[in-house]
T-cell receptor
Framework: EAQVTQNPRYLITVTGKKLTVTCSQN?????MSWYRQDPGLGLRQIYY???????DKGDVPEGYKVSRKEKRNFPLILESPSPNQTSLYFC?????????????FGPGTRLLVL | QQQVKQSPQSLIVQKGGISIINCAYE??????FPWYQQFPGKGPALLIA?????SEKKEGRFTISFNKSAKQFSLHIMDSQPGDSATYFC????????????FGTGTRLAVRP
């Protein structure tokens, strides 16, 4: 089954404790992205990657890091989480030959930073 | 600053009615306008999309109307059904920005039986 998986699905952590949210896709997609979803703000893009070792900032990259060492994986790293990073996070992937909106989203990771 | 403004924030429609969600943008470099549907606990899924050289696109009960001069586009859901109850997001893509999508703030639609 074609899918984007994220782990963990739920995470409670404390300020300053480094964490990584993993994202993996099995569709051999070149493009991958990370979004955060907050009430009243919709989805905002954090980072995106158009190929292995190629990453670019989205609209809200501050406080986040990403890496793209392999095509299938695109982990999101919070080096020193803060309460304002409490949010619902989505990873997405797409084939560059498909329309730019044809993104497959993962199920989401709900993060609470205390 | 919200580059894509979406309204209304929430919408209640009777079964069989027409649901209309509106979006407006300022950036004339946007060249692709998708709509996403999101059910609770799930990620968004592409519903329908349009490019600015087309004024209307229809897929089943879902229609996008696009007004390039007014920089507005809207989603119409005909014969709305309870199963359409979800949050809808409009979005826009600027070609030169690579794969960056800018989303509206979302509309929570409830279709009453």
């Amino acid at each position: 089954e074609a899918q984007v998986t994220q782990n963990p699905r739920y995470l409670i952590t404390v300020t300053g404790k480094k964490l990584t949210v993993t994202c993996s896709q099995n569709m051999n997609h070149e493009y991958m992205s990370w979004y955060r979803q907050d009430p009243g703000l919709g989805l905002r893009q954090i980072y995106y990657s158009m190929n292995v070792e190629v990453t670019d900032k989205g609209d809200v990259p501050e406080g986040y890091k990403v890496s793209r060492k392999e095509k299938r994986n695109f982990p999101l790293i919070l080096e020193s989480p803060s309460p304002n990073q409490t949010s619902l996070y989505f990873c997405a992937s797409r084939d560059p030959d498909s329309g730019p909106g044809t993104q497959y989203f993962g199920p989401g990771t709900r993060l609470l930073v205390l | 600053q919200q580059q894509v403004k979406q309204s209304p924030q929430s919408l209640i429609v009777q079964k069989g009615g027409i649901s209309i969600i509106n979006c407006a943008y300022e950036n004339t470099a946007f060249d692709y306008f998708p709509w996403y549907q999101q059910f609770p606990g799930k990620g968004p899924a592409l519903l329908i999309a349009i490019r600015p050289d087309v004024s209307e696109k229809k897929e089943g009960r879902f229609t996008i109307s696009f007004n390039k001069s007014a920089k507005q586009f809207s989603l119409h859901i005909m014969d709305s059904q309870p199963g359409d109850s979800a949050t809808y997001f409009c979005a826009a893509r600027e070609k030169s920005s690579g794969d960056k999508l800018t989303f509206g703030t979302g509309t929570r639609l409830a279709v009453r039986p």
